[in-house]
Every structure is written in C-alpha cells, then in structure tokens.
C-alpha cells in the first residue's frame, strides 16, 4: 500500500472513529446517563483520545509524516540539519543561536518552495519575557545566564523586534537555498529579531525523497524557558518518528524529558519503533579508543532505556560532513576547521591515518543516517501509521461501544419505543412515591420546627430579636432630632428675648422631644416587623426547598408583600400598649407639673403593671427605677439630691453611676459662656434624665410587657398549622405533579429511574441510535479493510 493510499484509507476510518467519540461526549453529557454507569473518567479518555485522533488524522490529510528533530543546546541539531539538507543554510554558531521554531516542508517541485515567517502575537511576546524574567532569578545559574542575556537583548533591541511584531505573516517564494539564507537565519536567530519570531516554516524540494516529511527543529529544552518545553512537548505528542542529536554518551536530564515526551504522546507506537540517535561530534574525541568506548556506551544506554538496535544509533560528524563536501561557511570552518583539521581528526578517530576523502565523507554517518531514515520513510512508515491508527481506532471504538452498551441496558433506541414504555406506569408510579414522600416532608419539618434553633421563637431566637431590638432603641433614642445640642440650643433656650424661662424652655423641648419619640416608636415597630418577616421567611423558605425550590410555596404559606404591613401594624399595636404611657408620663410634661401628674393618674393601671416586669437589681435593674411611679412624681431629684430623698421620701438614697456619669457628660458639653447657664442646667439635666429613664425602660420591662415573644410563636405556630394542614388536604399534590412534568432536576435526582423526565429520555434514546449507527458504520468499514 502506497503512502497515499495508507493516509487517505486510515484519514477516513479515523473521521468515523471521531463520529463515534462525538456521539458517546454527547449521550454522557445528558444527566440521566450517568445513573446508567457512564463516568467522569470514561469521557475524560475517550476525549484523550480523540484529541489524539484529531492531530493524527490533521496529520494525515495533509498527507504530513512529522519528524521531530531534538537535543539538548548546543547539540548540533542546526548543523545536522544543513548536513542533510546540503546547504550551510541554519545558523549553528558556538554560543547559542537558535529562538525560533523551524518546520522543514519536504515538497516535490521547485515552484513550491518558499519560506513563510510568523511573527508572535502581543500576548505571545509577553509570555515570553515573563518566562525569561522568571529564569533570570531561577536556581540554574546557565539558565539564570542565558535568559538574562535575552532580556538585555530585548532591552537593547526593542524598535526592531516591536517593528517585526507589526510585520505579520510573510511568504518569500526560492529557488536555490542561497537565496533565502539571509531572511531565514534573520527570523532564527539575528538577536535583533527572533525573540518576536513565533514560528519559521521552510518548504524545500531537499528534505527527503519520499512526499510529505516534515522536520521540526525546536531550540534546546534546556534553554530555560517553559516556552521551549512546551513546545517540546507538543511537538513530540505529535510527531511520527523522532531524531535525537546526542552529544554527550550520557543522557541529561533535559534528554530523559525529550524522551518522557515521546512516550507519553503515544501509546501506540513504541518508542524503539520510531526513534533514531545520531551521536555527534565524533571528530572531537582525542583517540580512537575513547570513540568507541563512548559510542559502544550510547548504543547500550539506548538498548537499555527504549530496547533500540544499535542499527538505530548513528555516530558521525555533521560539521564535518559540510566541511568535507565543501559546504561549510565561514562560521562554520571557525566552530569545526578547516578540511585539514577535519580530515586530521577523523583520520586520528578512526585509526586510519591513510583513509581517503569518500572514505572520511562516509565515515560522519549523514548519508548513513539518511539512508537509514529514507528506507525507513519508503518501508516501514506505512505500517507505523498503520499501527497508530488500527490502536486509535479500535479504542476509540471500544470506549464507544461500552458507553453504548452501558446506556443500551437501560434505555431503548427508539423514542417512541421508550415513551410508550414510561407512559404505561410513570403516572400511577409517581404518586406511589409522592404519597411516600410527602410522610417525609412532614416529618422532616416537624423536627425542623421542634429541634432547631433557628425555628420558632426559642431562647436563641428570641435573644436575637432582642438584641435587634435594643440595637434600635439605642440608635433611635442617640439620634432623637431635637435632643441634639445645637438643635436643644438654637430652638429651646437661645430664642428668648426677655431672659430665659426655665419653665417655658422645659416645656417646649420636651414637646418636641415627645413627637420625635412618637416617630420613632413607629420606625421601630416597622423594622421589627422585618424581623418578623425574616424569620417566617425561613420558616418558607425551608418548605421551598422540601419542594425542589417551587416558588409558589411562600404565597401559599405566609401570603402576599402585605404581610410586611400587618406585622408591622401588629407590633405597633403591642409596642403602644406600655410605650405611649410611659412616654408620655415621662417626656411630655416636666416633674411634679398638672399634667404629669394627670398622665400618672391616667395610665396608672398600666404603669403599675410594668413594675411587675421590671428585672431585678441582680439581673441589670437600677435601684433608682425599680418604681416607676416613684420615679415619676421625682425625677431627677432622686439621683442628685440624696437630702431630699433620705429627709422627705425617708428611704436610703439612691446612686446610680451609670446615669450620673452620663448626665455628667451631658452638662459638661453645655455651653459654659450662657448667662443663664445655672437655670439651663437645671432643665438638661431634668429632661435628660428622663430620657434616660425612658431608654432604660426601653430596654427592660416595656419589651417584656409588650408580649413580641408570645406574638412571634403564634405568627410562626400559624405558618406550621397552615403547611401541615394544606400538606393533608393535598394543596401541594399539584405542585409536586408540576415539578416533575416540568422536569425540575432537583426533584429528578430524587426520582427512581421510572419516573425520571420522559423528554430528557428521548433525547437518551436519539443519542443512543445515533452513537449505535456511528459504532457500526465503523464497524462495517473496518471488515471492508480487512477483507481487502
């Protein structure tokens, strides 16, 4: 079978081996499948592996047999390459010269030949100079060296490599290898311009003797950068065969990794079968002895790591080879010698000092190794490419056809087939389940409600909702409008024309005060209310989830948005029960007036029953406010004036730190300069004890008497009842009827097989019959090739 034929025969059963990977990714990407025992980790592979068909079958269409040429720096890749192309033409100087990647293109007529040159891109070129960055401060000091030295390049030639990046692609048509020396080792390796060179492709009637061979020729993956070991790499999980140039007898780390890269890009064609070494450099041994001994120990070195015939393993000289024949250039002569030198040395290397010139040409193993490689491209790469893809396609479609037989188990074909055959039970079977599930779902928010803290108006619960409810009494009652100081002055005690009257100014502000305060209650009860909302939301919010998320559940269970406005109405009413007595006895008129005297009388009842709730001074009450009404008839009086209350009331005088110290606060920051500071005094440091009063009442007892514990336990008693109740009476029959008809894939996961979505099967069933038809076209096509 010619090469043509075995590209065009392998290129056409590889595409339908690539119908079979794509039909399998497309029946695994369907939920259900999974359940069916298609994995993860099959799909992974399979997708591996047509990765690797892709790149064959690329490979094959292009009629391209790749051969990657590799080596460490400064192995003489370059120079083996001039050697077998008859022509000094790639630079290979002493110090390192090569940056770019260069693709040899093996064409037939003269007229093809070109060179095409491929400038990075911007995100390319900064890539690059990162990776140097990064190599100038590694550990490896020569890696360290030679990216610095980039970088200085870069530095120093920045115009020019910025005006190659703006060049984009160019195409230069040759006759002779001469005519485009200039231009290709500018892109390769002229430090002024090859580090903005991403790729270099040369189309040459010289390469090989057989059609399609392509040589790649990546700088050394010991150069440092992760671009050269990527590129390495890449290049060899796709390449065909495989030329090392060995300089050294021993492998180097860099060159085990070559190696690595080899094997693990193809598991198909062992590494003996396509790999070839060329050992160079053989004229600069000293002696005769020390040649052999070290090719003797290459070609066991290779036997041992890849079992490679020593037919495989060349030694010579490809400098030599040039200088001999008479194509080596000045650089070239300055790195090898001259042809005395080099006649000399291989003379000296080969024991024999009276060898003739075809003798010496023969002896540095290029036509050798020529030979070798073009027998093997006219003999043996056929069956090579034939392995691969036999291997590509056969486990391609093994992988194929256990994915299919997984899926085949459980689902039928023929859609029809299988929607008649849910059809029969899905509907009689989904309520068998439903009626199992919704004991479940009953029983799994009864512990809810009962055993979770975050439910019902618990300990926990409730110290949230109280600390939510100091948080905004403490913030209302700091921030009250007209308590402020400029405010307190500029209205209340600065506007007088005739003096100052204590008794008016006491009055005024605290009517302002009062109206303030009433504002203020309501805010409060409106962010309770939200409060409140939050938490008969969670209680919603967990009955959705036992429904798969149906949001139909919340207006079931706690109504429309007005729920917000009848709590909020709810706790107002509460609040104001104590609130406003308290209020108003303690803000709206000063000590000892008619008027306060007439709101004690009045709401009396009230107040009286809020010393009831009143905490204990062990539990955080004050002494001083243990009686309200007390408090009331004296205000302040009991805190600064100790006489009075032992002399008058004939009770042991009260202290309170804590409201001495504020009050002290308070009338320090009064405005010393007053002329009527003393009777100003007076009034702040009445009204602002009583506000303090109010506060701390706030905070004690009126939030205990105003019943918001026993008012969020039924609020959220009453969302339990109704759910269990509309759970009974099969409200969310429906609902759960709806989900699964919709295909909710949060039900589904918890749905038998049966009862899973009848469309999502369908589609299983179209992806099956089209991944049967692919698995067997295949297979018909591989009968027809081996009867053939």
Not at 51 to 66: T, W
Not at 502 to 514: D, I, K, M, P, S
Not at 731 to 756: C, F, H
Request: hydrophobic share 35%; charged share 30%.
């Amino acid at each position: 079978m010619s090469w043509q034929e075995a590209a065009a025969r392998n290129s056409h059963r590889l595409q339908l081996a690539l119908n079979v990977e794509q039909f399998s990714q497309q029946l695994g990407e369907l939920q259900q499948t999974r359940q069916f025992g298609v994995s993860e980790s099959q799909l992974t592979e399979l997708a591996s592996e047509g990765a690797n068909a892709v790149r064959q079958m690329q490979r094959l269409e292009k009629g391209e047999f790749r051969i990657a040429v590799v080596g460490l720096e400064k192995a003489g890749k370059s120079t083996f390459l001039n050697a077998w192309l008859g022509s000094d033409l790639l630079p290979a100087k002493s110090r390192r010269c090569t940056f770019t990647t260069t693709q040899i293109f093996s064409v037939k007529d003269v007229s093809e030949q070109r060179l095409e040159t491929f400038p990075k891109t911007d995100s390319q070129f900064t890539r690059l100079v990162k990776d140097l960055t990064e190599a100038a401060g590694g550990l490896d000091e020569t890696r360290a060296k030679n990216a610095k030295q980039d970088l200085d390049t870069i530095k120093r030639y920045a115009i020019d490599l910025k005006e190659v990046l703006k060049e984009g692609h160019h195409t230069k048509p040759y006759v002779n290898l001469d005519d485009i020396k200039n231009d290709l080792r500018k892109y390769v390796a002229d430090e002024r311009y090859a580090h903005a060179m991403q790729e270099v492709r040369l189309y040459t009637c010289r390469l090989a003797e057989a059609e399609g061979i392509v040589f790649y020729d990546v700088p050394g993956l010991d150069s440092g950068l992760s671009k050269h070991i990527e590129e390495s790499r890449e290049m060899l999980h796709d390449c065909d065969a495989v030329i090392l140039v060995q300089r050294n007898p021993d492998l180097r780390g860099a060159e085990k990794d070559l190696i690595k890269f080899a094997r693990e890009g193809d598991h198909y064609v062992k590494l003996e079968d396509k790999i070839f070494v060329f050992f160079s450099r053989m004229d600069n041994f000293a002696t005769s002895d020390a040649f052999r001994r070290d090719y003797k120990h290459v070609k066991q070195t290779w036997r041992t790591e890849a079992n490679l015939s020593e037919g495989r393993v060349v030694a010579g000289s490809a400098g030599a080879h040039l200088v001999l024949n008479g194509l080596a250039e000045d650089e070239t002569l300055k790195d090898i010698g001259d042809s005395k030198k080099v006649v000399n040395d291989l003379r000296r290397v080969l024991s024999k000092s009276d060898a003739d010139i075809d003798e010496l040409k023969n002896s540095t193993g290029i036509d050798s190794i020529k030979l070798i490689i073009n027998n093997y491209l006219n003999d043996e790469r056929v069956e090579i490419v034939e392995r691969r893809c036999n291997s590509l396609f056969e486990e391609i479609l093994k992988r194929g056809d256990e994915i299919y037989k997984s899926v085949r188990s459980h689902i039928p074909e023929d859609p029809d087939e299988a929607a008649r055959r849910l059809d029969a039970s899905r509907t009689r079977a989904f309520f068998v389940w439903w009626s199992k599930k919704k004991k479940n779902i009953k029983a799994d928010f009864n512990e809810y409600y009962l055993k979770d803290l975050s439910i019902g108006f618990s300990d926990n619960t409730l110290q949230c909702f109280h600390n939510r409810y100091c948080e905004l009494i403490t913030e209302g009652m700091l921030n009250i409008p007209s308590r402020a100081t400029g405010h307190r002055d500029r209205n209340f005690f600065g506007s007088m024309q005739h003096g100052f009257d204590e008794e008016t100014a006491n009055r005024e502000w605290r009517e302002a005060l009062y109206y303030d305060i009433r504002r203020m209650i309501e805010d409060i009860a409106s962010k309770l209310a939200i409060e409140l909302e939050q938490d008969s939301q969670k209680v919603a919010n967990f009955v959705s989830t036992q429904l798969w998320g149906n949001k139909l559940v919340t207006t079931l269970l706690v109504g429309d948005s007005r729920i917000k406005e009848r709590l909020q109405y709810s706790l107002k009413t509460l609040f104001l029960r104590f609130v406003r007595p308290v209020a108003e006895a303690l803000i709206r008129a000063p000590v000892r007036s008619p008027t306060r005297n007439n709101i004690v009388a009045d709401w009396g009842v009230d107040i009286d029953i809020l010393d009831y709730y009143y905490p204990a001074v062990k539990d955080g009450g004050e002494e001083v406010y243990r009686q309200l009404k007390r408090y009331l008839r004296y205000g302040v009086k009991l805190l600064n004036n100790p006489e009075y209350v032992q002399s008058e009331l004939k009770i042991k005088p009260i202290k309170s730190d804590k409201v001495q110290a504020i009050l002290k606060h308070v009338l320090s920051e009064m405005n010393e300069k007053s002329p009527y500071i003393d009777k100003q005094r007076l009034v702040v440091e009445e009204v602002e004890s009583d506000l303090l009063a109010l506060e701390h009442y706030f905070l004690t007892s009126l939030f205990r008497a105003s019943g918001f514990q026993a008012f969020g336990q039924q609020e959220l008693e009453n969302i339990r009842d109704k759910f269990l109740e509309q759970l009974d009476n099969g409200i969310y029959d429906g609902i759960a009827s709806n989900e699964w008809k919709n295909g909710n894939q949060k039900m589904l996961v918890e749905l038998p097989d049966e009862l899973q979505s009848h469309h999502i099967n369908t589609d299983v069933s179209d992806r099956l019959r089209q991944l049967g038809s692919s698995i067997q076209q295949a297979r018909n096509i591989n009968q027809v090739s081996i009867i053939a």
